[in-house]
């Protein structure tokens, strides 16, 4: 099919970059709670007649913009002519590429595979492998499938440590209802089934993760809840000590501190038959940041204390390979979470900064975050320059990563900083954060 340039949509930009309209896109996304990763590549297809008719969210978006007008004085083609056309329709679609936003049209396809399909098709389009064709009417999953969805699993925790999750929670979603339908159409051997459960599981929590970093809490909880049931149906000790490590992080940032720490401590009894050290070193944090949050110093530090003396037991085989994130830097970075929930931002400060240097450039998100945070203790501790200098860090890392999380720490520290916007180094960060 021959593509139509949709000039309504080129004249709106103006003499503007692709780039900087589509940075002008994710600001007005924002401001109505709205999430997309719009970026000059999505502005080029639009632009391209490839995008005849944007999804939802770029609709209630775009709509934003230019109040008063119509998809259609937009270039856009009414959405009941492009749904399900053209010669694309049943060409391979991958679950995970990047995270540019999909089209109306391979959300669609997507959809149909996952509702038409038997368990190894829908698993083939929704998770991107090529799975072994299986004979006879009831279709059974077997290991190549488990093997997807394992793989769906790491793909996801890759994208999100290489960009983070805005704009990947969304396609993130359907490999996951491909894992719960292989798993509800049965399995040859019980040792498959065992895998399944503990890759579906991990794929909810995944997507919860995605889900709970773009700040949308209920959608994470309801993930969270997922894999929780999951674990407690398999009797999977190591995935339900998971479930419940990110539901107490969830707690926290939705300000239940209490429930983060009951959700802590669950996870601990379940981590006891793991034997990973370092996995009750993680929920034992959890627990310290819940104390943190109710304001109570002691329990924060007996709890810090004895995550410390875990840590310094070491790795070993029984760790979760989900926890390879986990290492002295994010043991900093949780605990000056603690102290800036106590108000000390200069410890606070000291330890964020210790997380920025450790951390393995690999995890681009993660640098973000804590060189984000670090730059909020900062702004708090009465710091403004330095603080200025570490925000100004994180914007040259934006391009590279889509964090609400971090957006919204940045927010936090621009606001921080304008009682001391006189000083150039302030005033300079503050012009580029606007400007974004």
């Known amino acids: 099919m021959v593509t139509s340039p949709n000039e309504s949509f080129r004249r709106l930009r103006g003499q503007q970059s692709p780039a900087e309209f589509a940075a002008l896109v994710r600001r007005a996304a924002r401001e109505i709670g709205e999430t997309v990763a719009c970026d000059a590549r999505y502005i080029g297809r639009v632009e391209a007649g490839e995008i005849r008719c944007p999804n939802y969210a770029y609709e209630r978006v775009f709509l934003h913009m230019f109040p008063g007008r119509t998809l259609s004085d937009l270039g856009f083609s009414p959405r009941e002519s492009v749904r399900g056309r053209g010669p694309n329709r049943f060409a391979p679609v991958p679950a995970l590429p990047s995270p540019a936003p999909p089209s109306s049209e391979e959300s669609d396809v997507l959809r149909r595979a996952f509702i038409s399909g038997g368990s190894a098709t829908v698993a083939a389009a929704t998770l991107g492998f090529t799975l072994p064709r299986r004979p006879g009417a009831h279709r059974r999953a077997g290991e190549a499938e488990a093997d997807a969805v394992e793989a769906a699993v790491r793909q996801i925790r890759l994208l999100d440590d290489r960009h983070g999750a805005d704009g990947l929670h969304r396609r993130a979603a359907e490999p996951l209802r491909t894992a719960y339908a292989l798993l509800d159409a049965g399995t040859t051997r019980q040792s498959t089934a065992d895998r399944l459960h503990a890759g579906a599981g991990e794929l909810a929590i995944s997507v919860g993760w995605l889900a709970h970093d773009s700040r949308r809490f209920g ?17 999977d000790a190591a995935l339900e000590a998971h479930a419940f490590c990110n539901t107490a992080f969830l707690a926290r940032d939705a300000g239940r501190p209490r429930e983060a720490v009951r959700a802590a401590q669950a996870g601990q009894r379940a981590a006891r038959s793991v034997g990973s050290a370092r996995l009750s070193c993680l929920l034992t944090l959890r627990e310290a940041a819940g104390w943190a949050g109710l304001g109570d110093r002691p329990g924060c530090e007996e709890a810090l204390g004895r995550a410390h003396t875990l840590f310094g037991r070491g790795t070993s085989d029984a ?60 702004a708090r501790a009465g710091v403004p320059d330095e603080a200025a200098a570490a925000g100004e860090q994180v914007l040259d890392l934006l391009p590279q990563v889509q964090s609400s999380r971090v957006a919204a720490m940045l927010s936090s520290t621009a606001v921080a900083l304008l009682p001391h916007q006189r000083s150039p180094r302030v005033a300079g960060f503050l012009s580029r954060h606007s400007a974004l």
């Open 219 to 235: 959608e994470a909880r309801s993930h969270y809840a997922e894999a929780l049931a999951t674990a407690r149906v398999s009797g």
């Open 319 to 378: 760790d979760p390979e989900w926890m390879s994130f986990f290492g002295e830097a994010e043991l900093e970075a949780l605990e000056a979470g603690c102290w800036s929930s106590l108000g000390e931002f200069g410890r606070a400060a000291r330890h964020a900064r210790r997380a920025s240097n450790l951390q393995d450039p690999h995890f681009a998100r993660n640098v973000a975050l804590y060189t984000a945070q670090l730059a909020d203790d900062l």
